[in-house]
């Protein structure tokens, strides 16, 4: 059975049930202080010259309508992946943090960190609250991964067996460290850290999948690869492709909600029309994730 893919997002809901899945593990999406986010909206929306196309934000919308919206689709676990740009910044989204989870029960506690002193005494705090998931944000936190201020951060997130997603690729612009050697050296200084990287990559694919072979417990969200959007410019080989199957249990499905210039649905659809199989979906849609969260169907 092949079930055809959502076209909308009112069409989720079937889309899921027809897979014969309880729902939608999102481990990608964003909360934050409304401030904050209006202002990564703001750059999206302006940074079309730079990004070489238009991102108008989808989801523009107040708190509860995104959680609603979520909700209506049957995403029953999602992240609120917050980040710093500069230091001084990470532990106040941590505390923001904190309270975002304790109001959105769906919410996976997400922490965050930037090389700075006090950045292993605040993880650790995080971890002691209860975080479930770390976001590491290379690209916009224009930061070194192997700064030695961060050496004890990876270490106690190793320790912890906390998952940290990381936007480690030079998409959709490079930083001053993307790409896949600054983070790969992190890897070699802590090779059981559970790394999720973003974006599957995004645009370094190949280089960053080749972790999978090395580093035992490295994942990939499947974050707008694959879409109309990422395929104009940043599309990932035909290789790639033939690579995802044996990485089945590897991978996280992941959206960028509500920061996407495209229907949410369409994610869904980018990753149907692979042709990779049913079985293939269900562990990308929810089985990876419930594993790694240790999450149960509501
Ligand atoms: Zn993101």
Do not use: N
């Given at each position: 059975m092949s079930v055809p893919p959502p076209r909308t997002d009112d069409d989720v809901p079937a889309y899921w049930q027809a897979l014969g899945l309880p729902g939608l593990i999102d481990v990608h999406t964003h909360f934050l202080p409304p401030n904050l986010l209006r202002r990564v909206w703001e750059y999206f929306e302006s940074a079309g010259p730079l990004i070489g196309m238009e991102w108008p934000i989808n989801y523009r919308y107040d708190e509860d309508e995104r959680l609603a919206r979520l909700r209506a689709m049957g995403v029953r676990a999602f992240t609120a992946l917050v980040y710093p740009h500069k230091p001084g910044m990470a532990e106040w989204l941590n505390g923001?943090?904190?309270?975002?989870?304790?109001?959105?029960?769906?919410?996976?506690?997400?922490?965050?960190?930037?090389?700075?002193?006090?950045?292993?005494?605040?993880?650790?705090?995080?971890?002691?609250?209860?975080?479930?998931?770390?976001?590491?944000?290379?690209?916009?936190?224009?930061?070194?991964?192997?700064?030695?201020?961060?050496?004890?951060?990876?270490?106690?997130?190793?320790?912890?067996?906390?998952?940290?997603?990381?936007?480690?690729?030079?998409?959709?612009?490079?930083?001053?460290?993307?790409?896949?050697?600054?983070?790969?050296?992190?890897?070699?200084?802590?090779?059981?850290?559970?790394?999720?990287?973003?974006?599957?990559?995004?645009?370094?694919?190949?280089?960053?999948l080749a972790m999978a072979d090395r580093y035992p417990n490295v994942m990939f969200d499947t974050t707008m690869a694959f879409t109309d959007f990422t395929m104009r410019g940043q599309a990932p080989s035909a290789r790639l492709v033939g690579r995802l199957p044996d990485l089945q249990d590897r991978l996280l499905f992941g959206s960028d909600y509500p920061n996407i210039p495209y229907a949410y649905a369409h994610q869904l659809e980018a990753l149907a029309r692979l042709d990779l199989g049913d079985d293939w979906l269900r562990a990308v849609f929810w089985d990876n994730a419930a594993r790694l969260f240790t999450l149960t169907a509501p």
């Open positions: 923001w943090a904190v309270d975002f989870a304790a109001r959105t029960p769906d919410c996976l506690h997400t922490a965050t960190f930037f090389p700075e002193p006090g950045a292993a005494a605040y993880v650790a705090k995080a971890v002691d609250d209860g975080a479930r998931i770390f976001k590491a944000h290379i690209q916009v936190g224009g930061y070194d991964p192997r700064d030695p201020l961060l050496d004890d951060v990876w270490g106690l997130i190793t320790e912890a067996g906390i998952p940290v997603i990381v936007h480690a690729g030079s998409g959709p612009v490079p930083g001053a460290f993307t790409g896949p050697e600054p983070f790969e050296a992190v890897m070699d200084a802590h090779p059981r850290l559970p790394a999720v990287i973003a974006h599957l990559g995004l645009p370094e694919y190949d280089a960053f």
